[in-house]
């Protein structure tokens, strides 16, 4: 746990989901400023749903999501990667810069002092000598590094990662690990999306499992025993089967007792 008691982050009651159709439902509680928080829990439990939620990309159907002592536009999110990044014309120094544009804007120039820290965060993540390269061009590797010197420069104190290992090389995996540990020892907020449940036990002293509602919570050893997964796993079986068919008015209604 935490040493530090303030919350950054309340739920109340939060359901979240598309359409009026719920993903994840009913969540309480709070995360700690200062948190190492890792997210897991089988394909489909929500675990996107809710970071979008905290960024804001989605409103909840029911609840809220409170945030404390930091706005909306300055978390620092990596969305589970996509090929669309890699498809946009520019090069790794401009694509790192765009972690300033909620400093600076998009269309101000850049003075000496952003430059020298576009440039380090860049030789942060092991990419110096490659600023002018085209990210279309870059391994899937190198392209998560760009993307986590983007997150250095927003230098924000919630950092949201969904699945930032998937499909990259261990020596990548590695470096960035190391990125995250420094972010939370600065006392930065971190929560991770992962699959990897050795990598969650090594690095990550809290974790949450959800499975459409949170199963368990708490220290990670505790949240990944066989139990609690088996009951994750169980709960995902049990509601794959409808899990995209419409939920109708009286379901949702029907959940308030919880
Ligand atoms: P996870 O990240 O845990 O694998 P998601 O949060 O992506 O799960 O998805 C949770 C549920 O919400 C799934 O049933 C998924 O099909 C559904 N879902 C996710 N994104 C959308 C979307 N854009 N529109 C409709 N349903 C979605
Ligand atoms: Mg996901």
């Given at each position: 746990m935490s040493a530090s008691a303030l919350p950054i982050l309340r739920f109340d009651n939060l359901t979240l989901g598309y359409n009026r159709h719920p993903a994840v439902h009913h969540l309480r509680g709070e995360i700690a400023a200062g948190s190492l928080l890792a997210v897991v829990g089988p394909n489909g439990a929500g675990k996107s749903t809710l970071l979008k939620g905290i960024v804001g990309e989605l409103r909840p159907i029911q609840g809220r999501i409170e945030l404390m002592?930091?706005?909306?536009?300055?978390i620092a999110y990596l969305a589970q990667q996509s090929t669309l990044d890699s498809s946009f014309p520019i090069v790794i120094s401009d694509f790192v810069a765009m972690g300033l544009w909620a400093e600076f804007g998009a269309f101000r120039g850049f003075d000496y002092g952003a430059r020298q820290r576009i440039e380090a965060a860049i030789a942060a993540v092991g990419?110096?000598?490659?600023?002018?390269?085209?990210?279309?061009?870059?391994?899937g590797g190198q392209l998560q590094r760009a993307r986590f010197a983007r997150v250095i420069l927003q230098d924000s104190p919630l950092v949201l990662l969904d699945e930032p290992y998937g499909a990259i090389d261990a020596n990548t995996v590695r470096d960035l690990a190391m990125l995250v540990r420094r972010w939370n020892a600065e006392g930065r907020t971190v929560i991770s999306v992962l699959h990897d449940f050795s990598h969650v036990r090594q690095e990550y002293p809290e974790t949450l499992l959800l499975a459409r509602e949170v199963v368990a919570r708490g220290a990670t050893a505790d949240v990944l025993c066989e139990e609690n997964q088996e009951r994750a796993r169980h709960l995902a079986e049990a509601q794959g089967d409808d899990a995209d068919a419409p939920i109708c008015h009286a379901d949702i209604t029907a959940q308030h007792h919880h």
């Amino acid at each position: 746990m935490s040493a530090s008691a303030l919350p950054i982050l309340r739920f109340d009651n939060l359901t979240l989901g598309y359409n009026r159709h719920p993903a994840v439902h009913h969540l309480r509680g709070e995360i700690a400023a200062g948190s190492l928080l890792a997210v897991v829990g089988p394909n489909g439990a929500g675990k996107s749903t809710l970071l979008k939620g905290i960024v804001g990309e989605l409103r909840p159907i029911q609840g809220r999501i409170e945030l404390m002592g930091l706005k909306r536009e300055n978390i620092a999110y990596l969305a589970q990667q996509s090929t669309l990044d890699s498809s946009f014309p520019i090069v790794i120094s401009d694509f790192v810069a765009m972690g300033l544009w909620a400093e600076f804007g998009a269309f101000r120039g850049f003075d000496y002092g952003a430059r020298q820290r576009i440039e380090a965060a860049i030789a942060a993540v092991g990419l110096s000598g490659l600023e002018n390269r085209p990210i279309g061009q870059l391994s899937g590797g190198q392209l998560q590094r760009a993307r986590f010197a983007r997150v250095i420069l927003q230098d924000s104190p919630l950092v949201l990662l969904d699945e930032p290992y998937g499909a990259i090389d261990a020596n990548t995996v590695r470096d960035l690990a190391m990125l995250v540990r420094r972010w939370n020892a600065e006392g930065r907020t971190v929560i991770s999306v992962l699959h990897d449940f050795s990598h969650v036990r090594q690095e990550y002293p809290e974790t949450l499992l959800l499975a459409r509602e949170v199963v368990a919570r708490g220290a990670t050893a505790d949240v990944l025993c066989e139990e609690n997964q088996e009951r994750a796993r169980h709960l995902a079986e049990a509601q794959g089967d409808d899990a995209d068919a419409p939920i109708c008015h009286a379901d949702i209604t029907a959940q308030h007792h919880h």
